[in-house]
T-cell receptor
Framework: AQTVTQSQPEMSVQEAETVTLSCTYD???????LFWYKQPPSRQMILVIRQEAYKQQNATENRFSVNFQKAAKSFSLKISDSQLGDAAMYFCAYLGLNAGNNRKLIWGLGTSLAVNP | DSGVTQTPKHLITATGQRVTLRCSPR?????VYWYQQSLDQGLQFLIQ???????AKGNILERFSAQQFPDLHSELNLSSLELGDSALYFCASSVGYSQNTEAFFGQGTRLTVV
């Protein structure tokens, strides 16, 4: 079965600095997507970035970028120039594409990120 | 604002009772997903409906059921509630048939079973 592990329950970063959140996953599938979602105190889950496994190029969305290492099954999120509004819970999620009708998102337990002014 | 509306925001009920959670997807989205978020198990996918029909099933208990109506809103019914059912229940919606299209989440319903 697929699993997603976020080994850092809590992280903190100074405003304007860079922080990297770790995510590893376990799968035997070849086709899949990986996601980072942000959950601020408002509780809403917001998609931050998505990576298709078949793409070698790391996804980037403004200050957010990923380091996707397929062989190592690692998918870390880098937040550059951290802002106070980045403080949130960050979830890594995996979606295998080989499961047909049983396809489902597998989520990590999250990393709580604090941004210090 | 994601455009996904969930009601109620908070719900407190006793063990053994039954509750219904409601979700209105974003305009134009045909898929609705239900998730349960608890502290010890993280976010768990429960079930997906697409255009009124069940599309995918996750870790949904037999005491739980869901449906999607012709106007595309969805309801999650939880019955014979237990203390362990206390959690945040999220609804998400997406345009596509598959979960790899971007899903937009509501703000959740916090269910407390006492």
């Amino acid at each position: 079965a697929q699993t997603v592990t976020q080994s850092q329950p809590e992280m903190s970063v100074q405003e304007a600095e860079t922080v990297t959140l770790s995510c590893t996953y376990d799968t035997s599938e070849s086709d899949y997507y990986l996601f980072w979602y942000k959950q601020p105190p408002s509780r809403q889950m917001i998609l931050v970035i998505r990576q298709e496994a078949y793409k070698q190029q790391n996804a980037t969305e403004n200050r957010f970028s990923v380091n996707f290492q397929k062989a190592a099954k690692s998918f870390s999120l880098k937040i550059s120039d951290s802002q106070l509004g980045d403080a949130a819970m960050y979830f890594c999620a995996y979606l295998g594409l080989n499961a047909g009708n049983n396809r489902k998102l597998i989520w990590g337990l999250g990393t709580s990120l604090a941004v210090n002014p | 604002d994601s455009g996904v509306t969930q009601t109620p925001k908070h719900l407190i009920t006793a063990t053994g009772q039954r509750v219904t959670l409601r979700c209105s997807p974003r305009s134009g989205d045909l898929s609705v997903y239900w998730y349960q978020q608890s502290l010890d198990q993280g976010l768990q996918f429960l079930i997906q409906y697409y255009n009124g029909e069940e599309r995918a099933k996750g870790n949904i208990l037999e005491r739980f059921s869901a449906q999607q109506f012709p106007d595309l809103h969805s309801e999650l019914n939880l019955s014979s509630l237990e203390l362990g059912d206390s959690a945040l229940y999220f609804c998400a919606s997406s345009v596509g048939y598959s979960q790899n299209t971007e899903a937009f989440f509501g703000q959740g319903t916090r269910l407390t079973v006492v």
